[in-house]
Every structure is written in C-alpha cells, then in structure tokens.
C-alpha cells in the first residue's frame, strides 16, 4: 500500500515558489534511522536528489540546489515539506517524498527499489 504521498499544484509560473507536502502514513517522523527526502526527476533525465530532513530536524541539501531550497517538517500532522524558490522551467520534473536509509543516504544511491516512496507528483514550470 502507499506509505508516502505528495500533495501540491502541477503548474508554478517562474519565479513563484513550488510547496510540496508529503505525508508519511506508516511511520513517524520521529524515528531514527530514517532521511525523508525530497528526489525529482527531469522529463528525458535521471532521478536528482534534492534534500533531506531527520528525525531531530537535521535537513541537508544537494548543492546545486542549497541557495533555492527549503525542507522543514510538523510532526503533529506527520508531514514534510519543500520548498523550492525562484523556479525556472528547468525545474519541471516528477517530485517524489522518500523515505531513505543511511545506506542510500551515504552511497547517493537512489532508486524506487531502496526505501519507501511516494507515487510522484509532476510539477510543470511555464507561464
């Protein structure tokens, strides 16, 4: 079954700022052990690891991406958020929320056979 959903609009005009928010069904936010990620992939173009939060609200984030992003969390409704600011048509992708080990954390290693991920909701940035 689905543990993880996105939820947020399918169409950002640049420069606005695209807010996703996935909920994790099947385990708390609180846990140990776990990196809840943010990951898209481009049309035509491998998957691009975007960021992640921690149990303790540790976040990281890929470098190419770090000036535009922000992932935070509310524990109460056991949801994580992205968002991403001053998008640009490059930005158009699939998002997916993850829930990573530190195995695919440390390796970079990203694929939907590793975790648990959400089904992906495509965001289109156009005007």
């Known amino acids: 079954q689905v543990q993880l959903q996105e939820s947020g609009p399918g169409l950002v005009k640049p420069s606005q700022t695209l807010f996703l928010i996935c909920t994790d069904f099947a385990v708390p936010l609180t846990t140990d052990h776990y990196f809840w990620s943010w990951i898209r992939q481009p049309p035509g173009k491998g998957l691009e690891f975007i960021g992640y939060?921690?149990?303790?609200?540790?976040?990281y984030y890929s470098p190419s991406l770090k000036s535009r992003t922000s992932i935070w969390r509310d524990t109460s409704k056991n949801q994580f958020t992205l968002h991403l600011f001053s998008v640009i048509p490059e930005d158009t992708a699939v998002y997916y929320c993850?829930?990573?080990?530190?195995?695919?954390?440390?390796?970079?290693?990203?694929?939907?056979?590793?975790?648990?991920w959400g089904p992906g909701t495509q965001v289109t940035v156009a005007s």
């Open positions: 939060i921690t149990f303790n609200s540790t976040v």
């Open positions: 993850a829930r990573l080990d530190l195995e695919t954390i440390a390796t970079m290693t990203f694929d939907q056979s590793r975790g648990s």
